[in-house]
């Protein structure tokens, strides 16, 4: 595949881990858990169980990983700001996907 194949399959793999993390049956085990753990009133609990919930803001950090990977892997060899420059096109896309997807329901 090209690079730029692999950037919109990458944006798509983003937006599908943060809907599941933040949306689907088969995580809610884990947002119940962070849940629970948040009930103790530690900010950090606190922090991830909202984080968990949201699919705008756990897409930003799936972002980062995907595209520290993305640039690792695919492009190979770039540098910081590349990696950040890819991190906001990333999650920038997942998160329109994320609104259109919310603005349907």
Request: some cysteine; overall charge neutral; glycine content about 4%.
């Amino acid at each position: 595949m090209t690079p730029i194949a692999w950037l919109f399959v990458t944006v798509f793999a983003v937006y599908r881990l943060s809907e599941l993390v933040a949306h689907d049956e088969i995580t809610e085990v884990i947002r119940l858990w962070l849940g629970r753990k948040a009930a103790s009133n530690r900010k950090v609990w606190i922090f991830f169980a909202k984080l968990a919930r949201c699919p705008l803001c756990i897409g930003t950090w799936i972002s980062a990983i995907a595209a520290y990977l993305y640039g690792q892997w695919v492009v190979e060899n770039v540098g910081v700001m590349e990696i950040l420059v890819l991190w906001l096109a990333v999650s920038g896309s997942q998160y329109f996907l994320s609104v259109r997807s919310m603005d349907d329901n």
